[in-house]
């Protein structure tokens, strides 16, 4: 990772999501994202699902349902990436898409959804959550998930890990927010190369915090083509050692454009800057990375 790096990268991505409908009660979804940079296609997601009276089943590759940033749609989401939060537990193999057989209830006021996946080596996932309906504008998520994994050594023995996730989100009158803790312990081990040999280090019984808070304010314009303005930031915390100092922090400020009714045509733009608590050196905080992102949304 550059630091002070004031080089200028483009970067340009193009995502697809596709639904087809081959039969009553079936339904086939296809997401794939071009980057141009490396002419790279990467699948998003591609299942079947079949449709009871309150419920569904469906079985592919898909994310899991674990935390808010995964739950909600690509045109749910206001900003252009994901958070910081979500691509350090990509890391430690918590997130991500893998081969997934998932169960969805629709109860009156709340859907249970229940998953096991595997991601093609000795990990795998059970993953249970709770999401409520849309109760006085508030809505929470409440999700656990159960990994089992082997040691990188030549043991291979057999680990497992537990993690848990809080979110709330609020649609207010002026405003709207969404509030996201995550937490965990066990972490995997991990190979260090030191002189020469591999020297994996104890990682287990490592706790994890990660905080998420939005905030958004949507204002409705009364002309023909601008609908809406919405102003956004969002902060995120990060520490894998419940230590202040070793902290990271991402901060983003944002504004959306909408042209279309139903937020349907977009232009958004959000500046990312991700930043340690203190510096080694200077104990001040330091920004570690910054970029400006920008993309017309189109959803039809």
Known sequence: MQVNDSRLHRIGRVETELEIFPADSFRLEFDLEY????????????????????????????????????????SDRLLIRKSMLNNILEDFFLFGRDFTVQYRHNFPSYTLIGSFAGDGSARVFTNLTLRTRNLDKKRIV?????????????????????????????????????????????????????????????????????????????????????????????TVYFSDSFAFKNAYWQIRPGVNLSFARRDRLQWRTNLDLIMTANNQESRRPQIISQRVLSEIFVHW
Do not use: C
């Not at 980057?35 to 569904?56: A, G, H, I």
């Not at 993690?163 to 991990?190: H, M, Q, S």
């Open 35 to 74: 980057d141009w940079r490396f002419t790279d296609l990467n699948l998003q997601k591609l299942f079947v699902r079949y449709d009871f009276e309150n419920s569904n089943i469906r079985l592919g590759f898909m994310k899991k349902m674990f935390s808010l940033e995964e739950i909600n749609s690509r």
């Open 142 to 234: 409440a999700a656990f998930m159960y990994k089992i994994y082997e040691d990188k050594d030549a043991t291979h023995n057999r680990q497992n890990a537990f993690f848990a996730n809080v979110g709330l989100e609020l649609d207010g009158r002026i405003n709207d927010f969404e509030l996201e803790t995550i937490w965990g312990k066990n972490l995997e081990k991990y190979g260090v190369i030191t002189m020469n040999y591999i020297e994996f280090k104890e990682r287990n019984n490592i706790g994890f915090l990660g905080i998420r808070f939005q905030q958004s304010f949507p204002v409705t314009t009364d002309r023909k083509h601008l609908k809406k303005i919405v102003p956004l930031y969002e």
